[in-house]
């Protein structure tokens, strides 16, 4: 394996792996995820239906023709996370030492290059490239 072939596979992993790590915290009811949704407002039907449209998001990361739409799910929930530490979370939640949010921007780069990559699929991007 060289390069070539192994940074697509990391460009779609790591966004899935941290999206797919946080959804035991979600569907669990931790303290720390019931704290987030509570401080947002959106404890529990926000918790779980997220958590549901980021498991949703990291399998379709990994399917060719929808990688574009797991990418754009996933620049969409992370746009959400950023600005939710921004605005009301704070950077550092529960002395996390900003762990969350670097995850949240991590994800949210990630799936922008992957957007990018695959703009040419996605559908009304596609008349404007063509």
Request: glycine share 10%; hydrophobic share 55%.
């Amino acid at each position: 394996m060289n390069l070539k072939s192994i940074l697509p596979l990391l460009l779609k992993a790591v966004p899935a792996i941290i999206l797919l790590q946080t959804l035991f915290f979600k569907f669990s009811a931790a303290p720390e995820s019931v704290y987030i949704f509570e401080t947002l407002g959106l404890e529990p039907i926000g918790r779980i239906g997220i958590g549901i449209l980021e498991l949703i998001a990291a399998i379709l990361l990994f399917i060719p023709k929808t990688t574009w739409l797991g990418a754009v799910l996933g620049l969409g929930l992370m746009v959400g996370a950023i600005v939710s530490h921004l605005t009301k979370l704070g950077v550092v939640v529960q002395n996390d030492g900003g762990t969350l949010f670097v995850l949240a921007l991590t994800t949210f780069v990630f799936c922008g290059i992957l957007t990018w990559k695959h703009r040419h699929q996605i559908p009304i991007l596609n008349k404007l490239f063509v």
